[in-house]
């Protein structure tokens, strides 16, 4: 790793710093804001899932996500070293990396895997904010249907999708980065307490299916690579980047390690799919829904705008402030809902989009892309890659696409199965 991380920062000295921007930690902020909601709620019934394996792939995924996005932001800062017209702000950075390596297959492959992982990761945080304000509210002895408290926060949350880039709006990033670390806390103790209940714990040996469904949403938990080119575009330093993709890791291990473990060992298999579900009712449980909520609004904005930047990018919406940006994006908004109505089971979701685009995006095309790109001549220095260095990214390759696909016909089979349908809210609207 040592000669091409020379070579790379060599070659890219020369362009231009800009006095604004994202910084190293305001970036690892929105990486955190990105990831970290759904992935607090659903790891303890995913390490359930898994077994006590599931530890060590939270480990793993960690790790594996931590390089796959530093060398993602090595690719990006070769293609702006190469090619001027992809300097200054971008708009689809990633689908860029794509379209240079492979061309037009390789962009469009990019532009519907991150399409389809953001926009599901939209559905899952909409879904989530809302059961947490229904469940909130009918402890208040107010029954208002769930089904209506989707369009409420949707409708609640579209204005606030108007922002430009996430240099326009740092302050989302902050708020949900820490209204996420403190409900951890409140949560992990809310959890220890519970351990204090004399009740028998059980753990079943994982099948097939539930293991895969497991890594699928810890590899949900930890892909937040569809956005990483974004908020590196923004960022005042670009060859800082790998700095705040470390960071940002760190700082999510902190948060899902502790109340992980702790759900697995305290519950095991009744760790429902959202813990807060599981934990016992008080005014612990009140915060951290309060919290969490709080961070799922927030991070609603965040995983929609790479949608929202290249949807206008391809309809030649000018990056100024206009109204054609609020209907496009309040459009966006409103497809999102009427999917959350169709399917009002995130669980399900979760582990589709973690184990199938969610894999490519953040264990496949990585270490694909980066490679390419050192291998192509031109007017440019050549990158030279360490054989042990090659042999560990091929490995990611190869891990990700095997593990990708039984994680994808898991969730798949598990959505087929009768226990898992529900009907749409609009069929089904009194009694969501």
């Known amino acids: 790793m040592e000669t091409d991380q020379i070579i790379i920062e060599n070659t890219i000295q020369d362009l231009p710093v800009p006095q604004y921007g994202l910084t190293v930690f305001t970036a690892a902020v929105f990486m955190v804001g990105a990831m970290a909601g759904s992935g607090v709620l659903a790891l303890p019934s995913a390490v359930s899932g898994a077994g006590w394996v599931g530890i060590a792939l939270i480990f793993l995924c960690c790790f594996l996500s931590a390089y796959t996005g530093d060398i993602l932001g090595k690719a990006w800062c070769l293609v702006q070293e190469r090619y001027p017209e992809f300097r200054g702000h971008v ?25 389809f992982t953001m926009f599901g990761v939209g559905v899952v945080f909409l879904l989530l904010a809302s059961q947490n304000i229904h469940d909130l509210i009918n402890d208040l002895n107010k029954d208002i249907s769930f089904c209506y408290w989707l369009i409420i926060v949707a409708g609640l949350l579209a204005p606030l999708c108007w922002f430009g880039t996430p240099a326009d709006f740092p302050f989302v990033a902050i708020g949900a980065t820490t209204a996420t670390s403190i409900a ?84 095991g298999d ?28 927030l991070g609603f904005i965040i995983v929609l705008n790479p949608i929202c930047q290249e949807v206008e990018e391809l309809l030649k919406i000018p990056k100024e402030f206009n109204w054609k940006r609020c209907i496009s994006r309040t459009i966006i908004v409103g497809l999102v809902l009427f999917v959350a109505e169709s399917i009002p089971h995130f669980g399900a979701i979760l582990a589709l989009v973690g184990g199938s685009t969610t894999t490519l995006l953040a264990y496949v095309l990585p270490s694909i892309f980066y490679m390419k790109l050192c291998r192509m001549e031109g007017d440019w220095d050549k990158v030279y890659i360490p054989l042990h260095t090659k042999v560990a990214n091929y490995e990611i390759v190869l891990v990700g696409l095997v593990a990708g696909a039984a994680a994808t016909y898991s969730a798949i089979s598990g959505l087929a199965s009768p226990d898992a349908f529900t009907l749409p809210c609009y069929v089904n609207i009194e009694k969501a």
């Open 184 to 267: 951890c806390v409140v949560l992990f103790v809310n959890i220890l307490l519970d351990k204090q209940d004399d009740h028998q714990v059980e753990h079943a040996s994982p099948g097939f299916t539930s293991f895969f469904m497991a890594f699928g949403t810890i590899c949900f938990a930890f892909g937040g690579h569809p956005v990483f080119p974004t908020f590196q575009t923004d960022m005042r330093d670009h060859k800082q980047f790998g700095k705040a993709v470390f960071l940002a890791y760190f700082i999510l291990l902190l948060m899902y390690l502790p109340v992980a473990t702790a759900g697995y060992f305290v519950y």
């Open 91 to 115: 708009r689809y950075p990633y689908p860029a990396i794509g379209q240079i390596t492979y061309g037009k297959p390789g962009r469009l492959l990019v532009s519907f895997s991150i399409n």
């Open 270 to 297: 009744s760790a429902n799919a959202n813990i807060l579900k599981t934990v016992s009712s008080g005014p612990m449980l009140y915060i951290v829904q309060i919290l969490i909520t709080v961070h799922l609004a």
